[in-house]
T-cell receptor, first 110, second 116 residues
Framework: GQQLNQSPQSMFIQEGEDVSMNCTSS?????WLWYKQEPGEGPVLLIA?????ELTSNGRLTAQFGITRKDSFLNISASIPSDVGIYFC??????????FGGGTRVLVKP | DAGVIQSPRHEVTEMGQEVTLRCKPI?????LFWYRQTMMRGLELLIY????????DSGMPEDRFSAKMPNASFSTLKIQPSEPRDSAVYFC??????????????FGNGTRLTVT
């Protein structure tokens, strides 16, 4: 089946830093979604992307739908402590169900 | 909008016991999904319903798992008999349209199941 490779698996952030994460697939996707999950809660949708090349922002978050339709990137600018959590990408191929990546765990540098 | 409501939040049970997880989707959403989340396998779709009818249950691990949606505002996921490997967080999600990304999923806060 389709698989999404999300990287990095985890990262440490320092307040004020810009961070980025990405998702790649061997298959083409028509839609890319980015979710954030905080402890004890379900994933919450951050950004949805529907066209190849699309660049969409939501506050300090920016995501892009790769031109090849096989990848997507999420950037967080000027990170703050509440950005910690697990970020998931999800992709949808034509007529198929969503496939989720394994998640990127964002932690605060001690 | 109260969001997707799941109960219980935590369930601890012994191997062999029956477990029932409950979900109330967002009013007006025609699709309801059950997902399982584990460290090893991430988020896996178990089954989804459209207008209370099961559409795709190919993700249900085995016959010990069953799901029902008797009406538009309630669904259950049952495991009988439960096994330790069923320990996971089970999420319910709902959306206006189908399982594709055009109608993003709204997740509940999950039920953390521990089978000892």
């Amino acid at each position: 089946g389709q698989q999404l490779n999300q990287s990095p698996q985890s990262m440490f952030i320092q307040e004020g830093e810009d961070v980025s994460m990405n998702c790649t697939s061997s298959s083409i996707f028509n839609t890319w979604l980015w979710y954030k999950q905080e402890p004890g809660e379900g994933p919450v949708l951050l950004i949805a992307l529907y066209k190849a090349g699309e660049l969409t922002s939501n506050g300090r978050l920016t995501a892009q739908f790769g031109i090849t339709r096989k990848d997507s990137f999420l950037n967080i600018s000027a990170s703050i402590p509440s950005d910690v959590g697990i970020y998931f990408c999800a992709g949808e191929a034509a007529g198929n169900k969503l496939t989720f990546g394994g998640g990127t765990r964002v932690l605060v540098k001690p | 909008d109260a969001g997707v409501i799941q109960s219980p939040r935590h369930e601890v049970t012994e191997m062999g016991q029956e477990v029932t997880l409950r979900c109330k989707p967002i009013s007006g959403h025609d699709y309801l999904f059950w997902y399982r989340q584990t460290m090893m396998r991430g988020l896996e779709l178990l089954i989804y319903f459209n207008n209370n009818v099961p559409i795709d249950d190919s993700g249900m691990p085995e016959d010990r798992f069953s799901a029902k949606m008797p009406n538009a505002s309630f669904s259950t996921l049952k495991i009988q008999p439960s096994e330790p490997r069923d320990s996971a967080v089970y999420f319910c999600a709902s959306s206006f349209f189908g399982p594709s990304g055009n109608s993003p999923l709204h997740f509940g806060n999950g039920t953390r199941l521990t089978v000892t």
